[in-house]
């Protein structure tokens, strides 16, 4: 590890967790410590401090009984890591790592909790987004600063995030196999962090151990499908679709296809390698209840998966309630990625 990423994971301390996420049916976990919390270790420790190039960690208690030291990194040996990319469609400011915070406290709090060696939550730059109603980017007051992380344009997000993982797998964490889950549009670059990162015009300087296995939750697969043709009942959203596409990708609908994960050139789950004699395992989930995203994304993502046979093996899980709904309560989520976690021995 070198100095500069040590020195920004020692610089947060480790706040530790007490509450039980559920205090109705979990009660015998109130006032104890269920695990441990960094909040913005900034992963290019080397740039200017973005706080949307941060991650955040949480991680069991150690087996010692004492809280962790500063510079702890649990050892990922037999123990798998959870990664976690928020959505928002590359935008939304007010959705970010913190997503991820409900999920965590229920893995913690679950019997097999202690399992996990750690869990991050990715922040990475946002792209404009001059409708915003209370935060605009650019700011639409004259002579305010804009943010440039929040002028971001793909492959911008798709770079902090494979910046993020890389960090965490130079620290030592995340080395063995691990699980990458998304939300939503973290969901299309969890699947684009499995692809080769020379599609996205970056040096393999970048390069990551990639994921054993990828989750997707309520995810976007095929934006150029959705604004193409919505099916019926997500029709009012072509425009919202469209705005957020456009200024993530740019107007060229070339470019949306090639960055999406289920209507990429070529057919990219060979450029996957999910580690030696291992299966690449894929999970997708979606509500049917989910009134931003249809089925219809998880089905075109599945297809194309299943193009060849024999070579991903697709699973799904149900879940219900709204779009955002999975990681609000996180309940749900958090039984989702135990089970994947724990299927991982058995790949
Ligand atoms: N809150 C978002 C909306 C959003 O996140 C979204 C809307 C429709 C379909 C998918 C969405 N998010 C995916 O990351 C926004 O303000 O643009």
Redesign the pocket.
């Known amino acids: 590890m070198s100095s500069p990423d040590w020195a920004a994971w020692a610089s947060i301390p480790w706040t530790p967790l007490t509450a039980s996420p559920d205090t109705t049916t979990i009660t015998d976990t109130n006032n104890k410590t269920i695990g441990y919390h960094k909040h913005h270790v900034p992963y290019l420790p080397q740039s200017t401090p973005s706080p949307w190039q941060t991650l955040d960690v949480w991680i069991p208690p150690p087996s010692t009984g004492s809280p962790p030291p500063r510079n702890l990194i649990p050892s990922s040996a037999n123990r798998p890591w959870l990664i976690f990319i928020h959505?928002?469609?590359?935008?939304?400011p007010f959705?970010t790592s913190s997503a991820f915070s409900s999920a965590a406290l229920h893995i913690l709090s679950s019997p097999t909790g202690p399992q996990i060696a750690g869990l991050a939550s990715l922040n990475y730059r946002l792209s404009p987004?001059p409708s915003?109603p209370t935060s605009p980017s650019p700011p639409s007051k004259p002579g305010a600063t804009p943010d440039p992380a929040r002028l971001a344009r793909h492959p911008d997000h798709i770079h902090d995030v494979l910046a993020g993982i890389g960090y965490l797998q130079r620290l030592g964490a995340a080395s063995g196999p691990y699980v990458l889950a998304g939300?939503?549009?973290?969901a299309t670059m969890a699947f684009q962090a499995a692809m080769d990162p020379s599609r996205w015009g970056l040096s393999p300087a970048i390069c990551i151990a990639q994921p054993a296995a990828l989750v997707g939750l309520n995810g976007?697969y095929d934006l150029a499908g959705f604004i193409a043709s919505p099916p019926a009942k997500y029709a009012g959203?072509r425009d919202?679709?469209a705005e957020?596409t456009c200024a993530a990708f740019g107007d060229d609908e070339t470019a949306w296809r090639a960055a999406c994960p289920a209507t990429a050139d070529g057919w990219w789950p060979r450029e996957w390698d999910a580690g030696r004699e291992r299966r690449r395992r894929v999970v997708l989930v979606q509500s049917c209840e989910d009134s931003?995203?249809p089925r219809q994304q998880l089905e075109s993502m599945r297809g194309y998966l299943e193009r060849e046979e024999g070579v991903v093996e697709v699973l799904e899980m149900e879940a219900l309630g709204e779009?955002d709904g999975i990681w609000v309560s996180g309940e749900r989520m958090a039984q989702i990625l135990l089970e994947v976690a724990a299927g991982l021995g058995q790949a």
């Open positions: 959505g928002g469609a590359w935008r939304d959705v987004y915003h939300h939503s549009c973290g976007l959203l919202a679709y957020f931003l995203v779009h």
